[in-house]
């Protein structure tokens, strides 16, 4: 279906795909196949972290039982019989430090993203449902500097990213992985980037909780035969919204950029689309506007 789609809330689509044109587009968003949606979400930040590989090469090895000396015993089987089940070894476990430009390990990942907030940025910082901290976005590799770049062991160093619902700022920490000194520290106003599985989750959330949810829990009654009472229900995506990017802003969403926004996607698990895309929430105001 071409063209600009103009739909109620709670509207389901009985197509497998939607395309959208206009000024009022979701932000870096894309609807995947139902058939391939994947319909669970895994709650680190934002990022799926990869993980390098074994330290030392080794392969698993299966289990053979006693080793053959040569010797025949008479235990009445046939000669011809099948050898008994083998049991494969667990793989080894990974280092807890990768070697120059392999991604971040578990063991990293852990360790950097305690390095990078200090118990006073902690304490004073909220997250996404508005409790204390800061709500953790990514971790990744640091680029190397320019003149690292033909060094035979760099610096490993690792970019952590949060946003501090407190004051609408993005928080990224640089940190030495070998050190875990932190080199650097940037705080910016009006940068957003993608919501991570948990914001978009609590996005949602706060449409259930709103009289503007009614269309999107109705749709759900009439599709699945029973209520919707938690975002568990669905399967969510959702992008930034910014006021800057609109043509036509509702007063409740003015803020957007500054606060940090979201337009949600939603699908039932195992099921079809449902159209929420007229809904934007305000996660730092923790309030719900339509658009269109």
Request: proline letters at 7%; hydrophobic letters at 35%.
């Amino acid at each position: 279906m071409n063209g600009t789609v103009r739909r109620h809330l709670g509207k389901v689509l009985a197509g497998t795909a939607i395309a959208v044109t206009g000024t009022a587009l979701m932000i870096g968003v894309t609807l995947p196949d139902p058939a391939g949606a994947d319909d669970t979400q895994r709650g680190r930040a934002g990022t799926a972290a990869a993980t390098g590989p074994a330290p030392d090469g080794r392969s698993a090895q299966g289990d053979r039982g006693a080793q053959d000396d040569g010797s025949a015993q008479d235990d009445g089987t046939a000669a011809g019989r099948a050898p008994e089940p083998g049991v494969v070894e667990d793989a080894p476990a990974e280092d807890e430090r990768g070697i120059g430009r392999d991604p971040l390990t578990d063991g990293e990942l852990e360790r950097v993203e305690k390095l990078a907030l200090s118990p006073a940025r902690f304490a004073a910082g909220r997250d996404v449902e508005g409790d204390r901290g800061l709500q953790h976005l990514t971790t990744n590799l640091s680029e190397m500097q320019p003149s690292e770049v033909d060094d035979a062991a760099p610096p490993r160093r690792a970019e952590v990213s949060y946003y501090d619902y407190r004051s609408d700022e993005l928080v990224t920490r640089t940190v030495d992985l070998a050190t875990g000194e932190v080199e650097r520290t940037s705080v910016l106003k009006g940068v957003q980037p993608s919501p991570t599985p948990r914001e978009n989750r609590e996005a949602t959330e706060l449409i259930l909780a709103s009289p503007l949810g009614e269309g999107l829990k109705k749709d759900y009654q009439d599709a699945m035969g029973k209520p919707l009472t938690s975002a568990d229900q669905l399967w969510v995506n959702g992008g930034i919204y910014r006021a800057d990017r609109e043509e036509r802003v509702p007063r409740a969403l003015a803020k957007c950029g500054a606060h940090r926004c979201v337009r949600v996607t939603s699908k039932v698990k195992n099921g079809p689309w449902i159209d929420t895309r007229d809904l934007v929430v305000d996660l730092s105001a923790r309030t719900v506007g339509r658009i269109g």
